[in-house]
């Protein structure tokens, strides 16, 4: 059985299902699969609730308190490399009681961001409540997962804000188990679907190859 098992093995299966994999354990790794197939909570949930590693976030951003830290694509030559545009930005927001977490906002979204950062100082004031609202679909990472000196920026931030390293340590144990968390999605969730579609056709399709070779191979070996 073993040995039928290998014969019916070639190049292009092992290719098929071994791309499938790597492309599997590449979305995993990114922290947003397979989360996003969880059912999600909304912004209301996270402000009553806090925010949890893993968690599902789809709905309407409500307040912002103002961007922390960027992100940016480089170029590369051969000996150095220049950043060659920014790609978004990640905002602090309020999330359960008295606590903080972040969320990136790409750059389609940034002016309403900006607009929603001023109408929360505002409210904060004295104002009235915040109008514009953002809509966002993500999952809820580790910051060192999600980019190298982010936790080291929403810490500075924070202290700047008038926060003690201890306070800060005492607020992220009250809705996030002592984490850094930050909300990020992919650029647009609809093409994570599509990848998650591709991979397990990928894997699918190096399955039904795999077992149409052992089914050939136990018929030749009964002849």
Do not use: W
Not at 109 to 131: F, H
Not at 166 to 192: F, K, R
């Amino acid at each position: 059985m073993i040995g039928r098992l290998f014969r019916s093995l070639t190049g292009f299966t092992i290719a098929l299902f071994a791309f499938g994999c790597i492309f599997l354990g590449a979305m995993i790794k990114v922290g947003n699969f397979p989360q996003i197939y969880f059912p999600s909570h909304d912004f209301e949930y996270v402000m009553e609730n806090g925010l949890k590693k893993g968690q599902h976030i789809k709905g309407e951003i409500y307040y912002s308190l103002g961007a922390f830290a960027s992100e940016e694509s480089y170029t590369q030559y051969e000996d150095y490399r220049t950043a060659s545009k920014t790609t978004g930005y990640y905002y602090l927001i309020p999330v359960g009681e008295g606590g903080m977490a972040a969320v990136f906002i790409r750059k389609d979204d940034l002016d309403a961001m900006d607009i929603l950062t001023d109408e929360t100082y505002n409210y904060l004031s004295g104002g009235d409540v915040p109008q514009t609202e953002v809509h966002f679909e993500g999952v809820a990472v580790k910051m060192d997962k999600e980019l190298a000196g982010l936790e080291g920026a929403f810490r500075d931030q924070l202290e700047y804000m008038g926060y003690t390293e201890s306070e800060v340590n005492e607020m992220l144990t009250s809705y996030s188990d002592g984490e850094c968390l930050v909300l990020s999605g992919p650029a647009e969730m609809s093409t994570m679907y599509v990848m998650t579609a591709i991979v397990f056709a990928v894997l699918l399709l190096a399955i039904l190859l795999i077992v149409r070779n052992y089914r050939r191979e136990a018929e030749y070996d009964k002849q």
